[in-house]
């Protein structure tokens, strides 16, 4: 028998129902790669919410290099109520998407057979597109601040800073992302061209002109207001959808919606050249906190597109199908405390499916 292949994986469990989702994604994960001789050596991180009210750290020196020597990192939710909105969410989430230069954040939005959509008369074969979100720049870059803060003459300034470099990589993991997926080859840059004539003026000068090189990927653009509008009424145009981070930010909580909920939606924040970090994109859920109610199956879709990062695309597709196989089988709904089974029951029916191929 040849040498089983070895990677590391950084675990962040984080806030909230974090622990519960990573814990059935991570069984999910040794139940496939036991099937595949892969081995996986875990290393668990205690960052989050508890910890920075119990030390005050939020991302201590040290870990951030330790996390370099990871070949992907699976992040449960980052997010506590006892915190300050912004601390946590800038402090660590956006902190290692920046410091770990995370550029992508690679959004599918996949409706899956048997899977309610609240979109009347559509299905999986109308809902099947990614979004390919910038991931290190615009209103989330940072810059901005206050002049006369708390009188009434205050000012508040939040730029959106986009760098010709930031948004030509960007764009060009968009072509060959689009080019590769399958054979619509269709990319939507979607931007606000109309407003923001600074920052759109340069994404759609470096789209046109990065499409250029890929003759064989058709293009489009749309607003962002009408991209909203079409992802409702016509999700079956988009293929790939390309643009900035608020934006980004913006339609994939509706993508998450159309494709059936929080509960199945996943994302990778990744590094082509470095170290990926693989997440549910629903949060943290403090409400359902610790009750065994909440969804896995967004959590064991972001261990499925970690392993066709990590180069080993017969796993995922294994925990793809055994996804496909629960939604479509055993469960009720992909709403939490509404599944018909408790968190751990649907990570093992998760496991259980892997284990029988
Ligand atoms: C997401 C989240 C984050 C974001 C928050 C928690 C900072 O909404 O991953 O989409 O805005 O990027
Ligand atoms: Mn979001």
């Known amino acids: 028998m040849g040498q089983n292949k070895c990677y590391r994986i950084a675990v962040i469990p984080g806030d909230g129902t974090g622990p519960e989702v990573v814990a059935e994604a991570v069984k999910a994960l040794d139940v496939v790669a036991a099937k595949k001789q892969l081995k996986i050596e875990k290393v668990y991180y205690d960052l989050g919410g508890e910890r920075y009210l119990r030390t005050g750290e939020v991302l201590p020196p040290g870990v951030l290099d330790e996390l370099r020597g990871h070949h992907a990192i699976l992040l449960g939710a980052i997010g506590h109520p006892g915190v300050k909105p912004g601390i946590l969410e800038k402090g660590l989430l956006l902190e290692l998407r920046f410091q770990l230069d995370q550029y992508i954040n690679l959004r599918p939005v996949i409706l899956y057979p048997n899977v309610d959509t609240p979109l009347k008369d559509k ?14 720049e615009g209103l989330y870059a940072g810059s901005g601040g206050f002049l006369r803060r708390g009188t009434p003459h205050e000012v508040a300034v939040q730029e959106s800073v986009n760098t010709r470099m930031g948004v030509e990589r960007c764009v060009r993991y968009a072509f060959e992302y689009c080019r590769r997926r399958n054979q619509r080859k269709k990319l939507t840059l979607c931007g606000k061209t109309n407003v923001l004539t600074f920052a759109f003026d340069l994404w759609e000068r470096v789209f046109y002109e990065v499409a250029a090189e890929y003759p064989d990927v058709q293009t489009d653009y749309a607003h962002v207001d009408a991209t909203c509008m079409w992802m409702v009424k016509n999700p079956e145009w988009f293929d790939v959808i390309v643009t900035d981070n608020m934006f980004g930010d913006i339609i994939t909580d509706l993508g998450a919606m159309i494709q059936g909920g929080m509960g199945i939606a996943a994302g990778g924040n990744i590094n082509p050249e470095g170290v990926s970090m693989f997440e549910p994109i629903g949060g943290s859920a403090p409400k359902y906190t610790g009750r065994n109610v909440i969804n896995p199956l967004a959590a064991v879709a ?55 191929v």
């Open 123 to 136: 299905g999986p074969e109308d809902i099947n597109f990614v979004v390919v979100r910038e991931n290190t």
């Open 302 to 356: 972001a261990v499925q597109m970690m392993l066709d990062h990590l180069g080993e695309p017969s796993a995922a597709r294994l925990v793809e199908d055994a996804v496909k196989k629960v939604v479509a089988e055993d469960i009720e709904s992909l709403s939490a405390g509404r599944m018909g089974h408790s968190t751990s029951e649907v990570g093992d029916l998760v496991a259980d499916y892997i284990d029988r």
